[in-house]
């Protein structure tokens, strides 16, 4: 039965590589094995899946994501085709920050507005831990980042914080104050089983209620009138500028009101983050020439069947082991 919430958003991970390799991305002393150039969708075949696929089943909001997205050749070319089609409600984009100061004019130029960036702590060495590059001190240049992001005038501007018990929890209400003078919107994201299961079960993760809480102590808390398109309950500071989003797909099941699916690199449409069942291949049959309707029908099925795959049912798909770390999914 078709949920009654529309599927509309589709995350497009461009390529699976990234330039940092965060620890509740991907194991810490594993090594990945990428996927081969031959195997990713190619810019051509990205944009006919978008053109003649997603959009006609009804997809209007598009993020880009990775690995790191600005590591994709023809990212800024890609974005200014997306921005293009009439269709096209949104376009976003995820990335680590560290190649943004040379590349966010270009973006915005080409039509982006709208941008997340992670920053997973203020204190330079606690960044380059979690970023899996101690002593590599990339913190400045993801602030830079920010900075330019911001001038550019990307707007919303959104943080995304991976809050990791025992490493960065005590930096809650620093990262919270950046939304009281500039119109930032910080995003608090649950530690998830995915990617670092070693990480998760030694440190496990901290319900959204509890930093909710925290935050309120110190200068009281309100729900926000902004909401975005992903699943978020958002908040503000009294008098804030900005807002503080909480990402609770631990504590806070949030799959009746999920409007998204994943597209990998390599092309598998992935209905659901955390439950691996009934993805499907759309490179394979793309190359082999199938039917472009045959795929269309293939992916207004999935969508028809994504209620019963959501989290909340994960005890049909994968159970405490994923195929595929965090950075290879895109988030």
């Not at 009804?58 to 800024?76: A, I, N, S």
């Not at 959204?208 to 992903?230: K, P, T, Y």
Request: net charge neutral; charged share 20%; hydrophobic share 40%.
């Amino acid at each position: 039965m078709r949920s009654m919430n529309q599927i509309d958003y589709l995350r497009i991970s461009l390529i699976d590589r990234c330039n940092f390799r965060c620890r509740y991305c991907m194991p810490e002393k594993a090594d990945l094995e990428y996927i081969l150039r031959q195997q990713l969708l190619t810019f051509e075949e990205l944009l006919t899946l978008i053109q003649e696929v997603f959009i006609p089943v009804g997809f209007t909001k598009f993020r880009l994501t990775g690995g790191e997205p600005l590591l994709y050749p023809d990212v800024v070319k890609l974005v200014q085709v997306i921005a293009s089609f009439p269709q096209t409600q949104d376009l976003a984009m995820t990335t680590n920050g560290f190649l943004l100061a040379g590349m966010a004019q270009d973006l915005y130029d080409a039509g982006l507005r709208r941008i997340n960036i992670s920053l997973d702590s203020l204190n330079p060495e606690i960044f380059d831990q979690i970023i899996g590059n101690p002593g590599r001190a990339r913190w400045q240049q993801v602030w830079d980042g920010i900075q330019t992001a911001h001038r550019v005038g990307f707007s919303p501007l959104k943080l995304n914080v991976v809050v990791i018990p025992g490493v960065n929890d005590n930096e809650v209400l620093d990262l919270a104050a950046l939304t009281i003078e500039r119109q930032w919107h910080i995003r608090f994201i649950e530690f998830m089983p995915i990617g670092n299961a070693q990480l998760f079960g030694d440190q496990g993760w901290i319900p959204s209620a509890e930093l909710r809480q925290r935050i309120r102590d110190r200068w009281g808390l309100m729900e926000s009138q902004v909401c975005g398109n992903g699943p978020a309950d958002v908040f503000q500071i009294p008098r804030a500028k900005g807002t503080l989003g909480f990402i609770s797909q631990m504590s806070e099941c949030f799959c009746d009101r999920c409007n998204r699916m994943r597209l990998s690199a390599d092309g598998w449409l992935r209905p659901c983050l955390l439950n691996e069942s009934n993805q499907i291949d759309l490179k394979t049959p793309l190359r082999t020439g199938v039917n472009l309707a045959k795929l269309r029908e293939q992916v207004s099925q999935l969508l028809a069947l994504k209620p019963e795959i959501n989290f909340k049912q994960r005890e049909s798909g994968t159970i405490g082991a994923y195929s595929r770390t965090m950075s290879q999914i895109g988030g």
